[in-house]
């Protein structure tokens, strides 16, 4: 059964860049967001249908891992999410004011929804033997929940800049950027199962700044890119600005050929510039090289969502975990920056001289709550996290663009190589 995607909502057209930009999507207003959430929806059914293909079979089975979920309940949760706090919350006008222990919530319009396709209640395992429905009936979940979504956005638009902070639309953009993020994350499954997509994303490319520039930043408060007046997680917040110690940093992420050298270095092989957590990771993973590398005559290839590319020696590394950044820097003799290092060198120097977006970077910070954090309704998204996970900042060529704002805190374990992770360095003072 094909369905019809989702009537946009009415009103003058919208340009993509309306679409695309990460400071101005924090501050739209409801035409914006409904024609956001229609463009989010066409990108989850377009790699979903991607994986149908690949896969042939209805139930779209995949191994069981840590890093992946099954496609068909990838699909039903972003419609479970977006119905839950948008149409299912009946407190959903107040923002970030409201409580997630507030008034019940209706049933959803799909039964066993909740049973199915709660994150926060379905132990990962368990995703590979719920009996989830049909996938024809999981895109007519998703075409109605985005259908009572745009009804309900259409009626907060006479009230359109009256909120600065937009507490009425908070939910359509939290719905909005975790359907990107778990768009960002099939392209993760993608790779990792050697599936092609039809729209997938370009390796990552060479930038302008050549491989050794830096860039020097003076001794001084942290430059802080949010206002208040928009929408955002509860862990950028609150803004504070705390003092830097002068430093120096990479133009640009630690490119292939740089890295290669670590790796023809024998540096892999010795535990001295790994850390003890980092080489017990080596050990078990048995990595010589990053992920999806391999040897190929005198140099190396790359597996790209199953081709095998020549390696670009001036493009960013990526596929690293934070132990392996961290055991190049030791070798090369330099140190992963701080996060609010990196936030301050994007907000300073802008993207052209100070180049990210192709890759996410390691940061040397763990993901802890800023000084007076306040977790917002969803309160799985932060607080079980902090202290277990390393912070990447920036993007990623599969990360959607309207994702990409320098105050944007990622978070993942160490050890994960399948995120299209990379780093920059700074030298040691």
């Not at 009572?148 to 009626?155: F, G, K, Q, Y």
């Not at 954090?373 to 277990?388: I, L, M, N």
């Not at 996970?389 to 994702?403: D, I, Y």
């Amino acid at each position: 059964m094909t369905l019809p995607s989702p009537a946009p909502m009415p009103g003058a057209t919208i340009a993509a860049a309306a679409l695309d930009d990460p400071a101005a999507i924090r501050r739209a207003g409801a035409a914006v967001l409904g024609r956001a959430l229609v463009d989010s929806r066409a990108r989850t059914l377009q790699t979903f249908d991607d994986y149908a293909r690949a896969l042939g079979d209805a139930a779209m089975q995949v191994p069981y891992s840590p890093e992946l979920n099954p496609p068909v309940w990838e699909l039903g949760h972003v419609g479970w999410f977006q119905e839950y706090w948008m149409a299912r919350n009946p407190q959903r006008r107040q923002g970030i004011a409201a409580s997630d222990a507030g008034p019940p919530r209706g049933p959803s319009i799909l039964a066993d929804a909740d049973r199915c396709f709660d994150s926060g209640r379905v132990e990962h395992r368990s995703r590979w033997h719920l009996p989830l429905p049909a996938t024809d009936r999981i895109r007519g979940y998703l075409a109605q929940t985005l259908d009572d979504s745009l009804r309900l956005l259409e009626a907060e638009r006479a009230g359109d800049g009256a909120d600065p902070l937009h507490a009425a639309r908070y939910f359509a953009w939290l719905s909005l950027v975790h359907e990107d993020m778990h768009h960002e994350a099939a392209q993760y499954m993608a790779q990792a199962l050697a599936i092609g997509l039809a729209q997938g994303p370009r390796p990552p490319a060479a930038g302008a700044a050549p491989p050794g520039a830096e860039l020097g930043f003076a001794a001084g408060p942290c430059a802080r890119g949010l206002d208040g007046t928009g929408f955002a997680f509860d862990n950028e917040l609150p803004g504070d600005r705390p003092l830097l110690e002068a430093y120096r940093i990479d133009a640009a992420p630690v490119g292939n050929a740089a890295f290669a050298a670590f790796v023809a270095a024998g540096g892999y092989a010795d535990p001295q510039y790994w850390s003890a957590a980092g080489w017990q990771w080596r050990i078990q993973a048995g990595a010589t090289a990053p992920r999806y590398w391999r040897a190929h005559g005198s140099g190396w290839q790359q597996r790209w969502f199953g081709q095998w590319i020549a390696l670009d020696p001036a493009a960013p590394v990526v596929h690293v975990t934070a132990h392996e950044a961290d055991a190049w820097c030791r070798w090369a003799g330099r140190r992963l920056p701080a996060e609010l290092e990196w936030e301050n060198a994007a907000l300073r120097a802008g993207p052209d001289t100070f180049a990210w977006g192709q890759v996410w970077e390691w940061t040397a910070s763990a993901f802890r709550p800023f000084p007076g954090f306040v977790a917002h309704p969803y309160r799985d998204y932060s607080q079980p996290w902090f202290e277990t996970r390393r912070v990447l900042r920036g993007g990623s060529v599969a990360t959607h663009a309207r994702l990409r704002h320098p105050c944007y805190r990622n978070f993942y374990p160490p050890g994960r190589n399948d995120i299209f992770a990379g780093f920059r360095s700074c030298p040691v003072a």
